[in-house]
C-alpha cells in the first residue's frame, strides 16, 4: 500500500472551505483514505510528484495558517492569528487570495487524475472512498423559475449538460465567489457568470415569495436583470425572444475639438446602442393594462463589427467617444464631409443624420458631366456639377478653386464641400483658362491640362504607341540609334500638333543630329535629291553661295540660333550628315541685313544665327516668318529680363524648339522661360509662376511640382547617358571647333606673321633644317591659340577656347558628370584651376610635379563633389585608373595622336561601366587645325614602333 496525493476539501474554522493537498494511504479492503502527512514543498514525497502536482501544492503552501499569518499579522503564534484575526480582514483580503489561490489548483484538477475528496471536519484523518466529489468538465448554468399566480414566487435549479438539480437541502461548499465554483452535493460546479451570492438562498429555501405591493418593482430590478443573464422560465407572464432588423446609424456631429466627425450608433427596435457598450443579451419590459411581459434579443455581434470595419477599411479612424474622423486628415474641418460625399455607394447600408447645429451639409454624391469641343488650336471645356437634383455649371466654381474655398452654399441653403483633389485637378484648368459663358477655354497646348480635368488623372508617361510613326529622310548620312529615332519622331509629332519642344538630352547623344533629320524630312519631303551637289563650306563672315535645296512658299526657311561657338560645329553637322541642306551663316560684320537678308536666306532652307547677332538684328527679324526658329544652348535665355530672351520671343515661326542639356540650372523659372519661348502662356504669367512655384520653395510644394510636371512632360524630351547607354558606343569622339576673340586673333595673326617670315628667310638661304626659333614660335601659336595667358601673364582678355570649355563643364557637372581635363600646358590647366578656385569647386591635379598622385586619384574615384581632375598630358599617360570620369577633355592637339589615345584610356578602359564622351577643342584659323590634319595623317600609317618625328615639309604646312 503505497501513498498518493490527493485533494480534500474541508471546512476551516475561520475561512470557509479550502482545498488541502495531503499524502494519503488507500486500504482496499476497507475502501478508506488514511492521511499520511499533508503535502508541502519541503516534504518527503513532493520531488516524486509531476509538475502539476507541484503546482497544486504550492499555491495550497500559499494560504497555509502559517503563510497568511506571515502576510496579514504581525503575530507569532498561528494560534494567537486565527483568535485576533478580524472577519473584516478576512472579507477584504484573505478569502479573496484563497480563491484565487482556488482557481489555480481547480483549474489544475480539470486537467488531471488527481482526486477530489470531503473532509467533514479540517483535522479528520481518515474517510471513505464514497467521500469523492466529481469535478465536472463543463460549466453549469443558473435557471431562475418565476411564477405570478396568486403570489409570485421564485427559486432556481442548476443545470449541467441535461440534468437539472433543485438547490434546496443539498450540501452547499463554495470555493470560488466570482464567478461561482462550488461542490453541490457530491459534485463540483463551475459557472461562467453566476455570483456565489445568487446560489446560497436556494439552498435553504425552498422558493422565495414577494409581496404583492413589491411585485412591480422586484420585476424591474431582479426579473428583469435575471431575465439578461440567465435562462428562465415563466409562468404567468410572458417572457419572449424579440426580432429586430438593426439600423447602422451615422450622426455627423461636433467633436470635443469642434470638427465635424462620425458617430455611429446601433439601433434595434426603440434602443439605440453605443459601439463601446459589451454585445450581450438586451431585455424590455413591457407593460400594458397592468400585464407585463419582458421580451430579450441578442445584439447581432458579427453585422455591428461588420459595419466597423467597413469603415476603418475604407479610410476612417475611430478616436474618443466612438467618433471617426478621416484618417490622416483629422484637423480637416470639412475632411469628414467629404468622405460621405465620395462614399456614397458604401454608406447606403446606414442611415445618415446630422447634428451640427445651424449647419446642413450636403451629403449626397457629387457628379460631374464633361462635354469638350475643340479647334486646331483651343479647347472649350464644359463641365456640369450635379448635386442630386441641383445642377451647377463648374466654371461658377473658378473663385472657389483658385482661393481653395472647400465650402460652396447651394441655392437650397446646404452647403457643399469641394472635393479635395478638385483643387488639383481644375487648378490648372482656371489659371490657364478663361471662361467663355459658361465653358472654359484653353489653348491646344494646354491639352494636359484639359486631360487632367477630364479624366481626373494622367498616366506619368505617354504611351509610344501615339508616337507619329515618321519615316527616316533617306538622304540622312546617318544610321539613328533608337533613341535618336523616337526623337525625331517625337519632333515630327509635335511639329504635326503644332507644339513647341525642348529636346533635353545629355550633351553627346546627338541632340543636333535628330533635328538635321528633322529638317531633311521637312524640306526634301523625306527622300535624298539624286541631282543636289554638296554645298561648300561656308564662310562666317563672307557672302554664302545658295547650293543644294531652297526654302519655298511652303517650307520657308528655319533659322537656329546659338552662341558664336557653335556656328562652326553647326556647319560641319550639316555638310556631314545632310549635304543638301545648305546654310546661310547669319554673322559678322558683312551679313546682309533688311531687303537683302529677305533675298538671301530665301534661297537656303536653314539660317545659322547667334543670340547676338539676334539681339542686334530684332528689328528687322520680327518681320519675317520663319518655318522653325531653334535655339540651341537654349540656356542662354534663362533670364526673363534679359534682351535675349526678349528678342527671341519677337522672332515669327510657325514652329519652335529648344536644345539644351539643362533646362532648369538655377530655378523653375530658367523653365519657365524655354516653356514660354516654345508655347506662349503655357505656363502663365511669370509673377503668377513664381508665386505658385516659387514660394514656397518647390521641394516643399510637392502638389504643384507635380501639376508642373504633368503641364510640360509632353513638351519635353530628356534621355540621360545613362538611360541610352545600351544604344551608344563604348567612346564617343567630337571635335568642338573655338572661335578665337578679337584679341586673341590680333595677337595669334601677329606671332604667325613673324614665324612665316623666319621660314621664307631660312628657306631663300638653302636651309631645309627647323631652326629652335621656329619650333619656339610653332610652341608660342599653340599657346596663343589656347590662351593670349599662356604667353603674356598680364593678358586680361578673353579666351573663345576658355569660355566654350567652362560653359561645357557647367553644363556636365549640373548633370552630375565627372570630367578628365588634359592639356599640354601645365599653365593653361591653371587658368582653369584659378577660376574653379574662385568659386570654391572642388577638384583633383595631377602634373609632373605632384607627389601625392594617389591621394588625388583617391579623391576623384571617391568623393562626388570632385568633379574634375586637372592632368598635364604627358603626367597622365601612364599608370592611372580614372573609371569615375565619363567625359574626357583635350584643350590642345599633341602631335602624336597616340599620346592623346593613352590619356582618353585614363577613363575608358576595363572597370569602365559608363559610356566614355571625348572632346577635343580645336581653335578655328590656328594651327591646332593644322596639328589635327598631321594627327588623322599620322593615324593612318600602320603602327610602327617609332612614330614619324616632324618633317620640314610639316613645318611648312603648319
Known sequence: MSDRLIVTLALHPKFGYLLQPVFASFDTGTGVYAITETAHGSGS?????????????????RFSDKALMKTYSHEKDEAAFLQKVAPETIQTYIRPFIEARHKEMLLTLRDTSTPLFLREKIREREFSEDRAIEILACPSKMIFLFRNAATFTYSARVRNGGESVALFGRFFAPLCAKPAQAVIGNRLHYFEDVDEKKLRPFFVKKQVEVSSRNVPEYIRKFVVPCVKEFDVVAEGFSVFEQTHRPVAVLTLETGLDLMPVLNLKFRYGKHLFAIDLPRKKEVELLEQNGAFSIGWFFRDEPWEQNCVDLLLNNGLILGRNNQFAVWGNEESKTGIVEWINRNGALLRSFELNQSLGNYVYYTGEINLEFAVNGKRDWFDVYCLVRFDDVEIPLVRFRGHILNRITEYLLPDGRIAVLPAEWFARFGELFRFGRAVGDNIRLAGYHFRVKELAEKGALPDEEPESTMLTAEIPGGLNAVLRPYQRYGFRWLMQLQ???????????????????????????????????????????????????????????????????????????????????????????????????????????????????????????????????????????????????????????????????????????????????????????????????????????????????????????????????????????????????????????????????????????????????????????????????????????????????????????????????????????????????????????????????????????????????????????????????????????????????????????????????????????????????????????????????????????????
Open 45 to 61: 514525497n513532493y520531488e516524486n510528484l509531476s509538475e502539476d502536482e507541484k503546482n497544486i501544492v504550492n499555491a495550497a503552501g
Open 496 to 958: 504635326q500638333n503644332r507644339f513647341g519642344g525642348c529636346l533635353a538630352d545629355d550633351m553627346g547623344l546627338g541632340k543636333t543630329l535628330q533635328v538635321i533629320a528633322m529638317f531633311l524630312c521637312n524640306y526634301t519631303g523625306g527622300e535624298a535629291s539624286p541631282g543636289s551637289r554638296a554645298p561648300v563650306q561656308l564662310s562666317l563672315f563672307e557672302a554664302p553661295v545658295a547650293l543644294g535645296r531652297a526654302a519655298s512658299a511652303e517650307f520657308p526657311p528655319s533659322l537656329v540660333v546659338m552662341p558664336t561657338s557653335l556656328l562652326h560645329n553647326w556647319s560641319n553637322e550639316l555638310r556631314k550628315f545632310a549635304p543638301e541642306l545648305s546654310a546661310y551663316v547669319h554673322a559678322g560684320a558683312s551679313r546682309f541685313r533688311d531687303e537683302a537678308f529677305a533675298r538671301q536666306s530665301s534661297r537656303f532652307p536653314i539660317v545659322l544665327t547667334t543670340y547676338g547677332t539676334v539681339r542686334q538684328d530684332i528689328d528687322f527679324l520680327q518681320h519675317f516668318d520663319f518655318h522653325y526658329v531653334v535655339l540651341d544652348e537654349s540656356q542662354n535665355i534663362k533670364n526673363p529680363a534679359s534682351q535675349t530672351f526678349l528678342s527671341v520671343k519677337r522672332l515669327r515661326s510657325r514652329h519652335r524648339l529648344t536644345l539644351t542639356g539643362t533646362p532648369v540650372e538655377n530655378s523653375p523659372t530658367d523653365l519657365w522661360t524655354q516653356m514660354d519661348f516654345l508655347n506662349p502662356g503655357i505656363l502663365g504669367p511669370l509673377g503668377e509662376f513664381r508665386k505658385r512655384f516659387l514660394i514656397p520653395a518647390p521641394e516643399e510644394n510637392g502638389e504643384a511640382v507635380r501639376s508642373l510636371l504633368k503641364i510640360i512632360s509632353p513638351f519635353i524630351l530628356r534621355r540621360t547617358k545613362e538611360q541610352v547607354a545600351p544604344e551608344l558606343p563604348s567612346l564617343t569622339e567630337e571635335i568642338r571647333y573655338c572661335e578665337m576673340s578679337e584679341e586673341q586673333t590680333e595677337r595669334y595673326n601677329r606671332e604667325k606673321n613673324r614665324i612665316r617670315n623666319t621660314l621664307v628667310k631660312q628657306f631663300s638661304e638653302g636651309s631645309r633644317r627647323i631652326g629652335l626659333s621656329t619650333l619656339a614660335g610653332l610652341m608660342r601659336l599653340r599657346q596663343l591659340a589656347n590662351h593670349p595667358a599662356l604667353v603674356d601673364c598680364g593678358f586680361s582678355g578673353q579666351s573663345g577656347k576658355f569660355e566654350q570649355v567652362i560653359d561645357t563643364v557647367e553644363t556636365l557637372f549640373q548633370e552630375g558628370h565627372k570630367v578628365l581635363v588634359f592639356s599640354s600646358f601645365v599653365k593653361h590647366l591653371q587658368l582653369f584651376a584659378d577660376y574653379f578656385d574662385a568659386r570654391r569647386w572642388k577638384y583633383a591635379w595631377l602634373t609632373g610635379q605632384t607627389i601625392r598622385r594617389e591621394i588625388e586619384i583617391t579623391e576623384f574615384n571617391s568623393n562626388p563633389e570632385v568633379r574634375a581632375f586637372f592632368i598635364s598630358l604627358k603626367a597622365g599617360g601612364t599608370g592611372l585608373n580614372l573609371t569615375a570620369a565619363d567625359y574626357v577633355f583635350i584643350l590642345d592637339p599633341w602631335w602624336n595622336p597616340a599620346a592623346e589615345m593613352q590619356a582618353v584610356s585614363r577613363a575608358h578602359r576595363i572597370g569602365q561601366e559608363r559610356k566614355v564622351t571625348l572632346y577635343r577643342y580645336i581653335t578655328l584659323g590656328t594651327v591646332e587645325e593644322k596639328i589635327r590634319r598631321l594627327q588623322q595623317y599620322k593615324s593612318a600609317l600602320s603602327d610602327a614602333l617609332v612614330r614619324p618625328q616632324l618633317t620640314m615639309e610639316e613645318a611648312e604646312e603648319l
